[in-house]
Nanobody, 122 residues
Framework: VQLQASGGGPVQAGGSLRLSCTAS????????MGWFRQAPGKEREFVSA????????YYADSVKGRFTISRDNAKNMLYLHMNSLKPEDTADYFC????????????????WGRGTLVTVSS
């Protein structure tokens, strides 16, 4: 599956952004999807994952309660709604596809999209 993330940009602390990811090449509704991020000088880390039907979701503790993952299978789209952004959320955000949301949560990813940069200023 080919993935393309968008929606990043500069935002002030406390603000909101919505990231989008377009998927093509596989039956979108059959695969788990997720988001990872990589801050400058740090390793890539898991952010959130969602099951193929959208029923099961996972979040990293650092974003729980602030970020919401969702998907629109009719449009082959994945979203990450980010609220109450903090400077420590600054990173390149990558969408990812995998067999299941649980697999993605553990880092088992089949396809990566290019990142979209989110910069949160204090």
């Amino acid at each position: 599956v080919q993935l393309q993330a968008s929606g990043g940009g500069p935002v002030q602390a406390g603000g909101s952004l919505r990231l989008s990811c377009t998927a093509s090449g596989r039956t979108f509704s059959n695969i788990g999807m997720g988001w990872f991020r990589q801050a400058p000088g740090k390793e890539r880390e898991f952010v959130s994952a969602i099951s193929n039907g959208g029923v099961i979701t996972y979040y990293a503790d650092s974003v729980k309660g602030r970020f919401t993952i969702s998907r629109d299978n009719a449009k082959n789209m994945l979203y990450l709604h980010m609220n109450s952004l903090k400077p420590e959320d600054t990173a390149d955000y990558f969408c990812a596809a995998g067999r299941t949301s649980g697999a993605i949560r553990t880092g088992s990813v089949d396809s990566w999209g290019r990142g979209t940069l989110v910069t949160v200023s204090s």
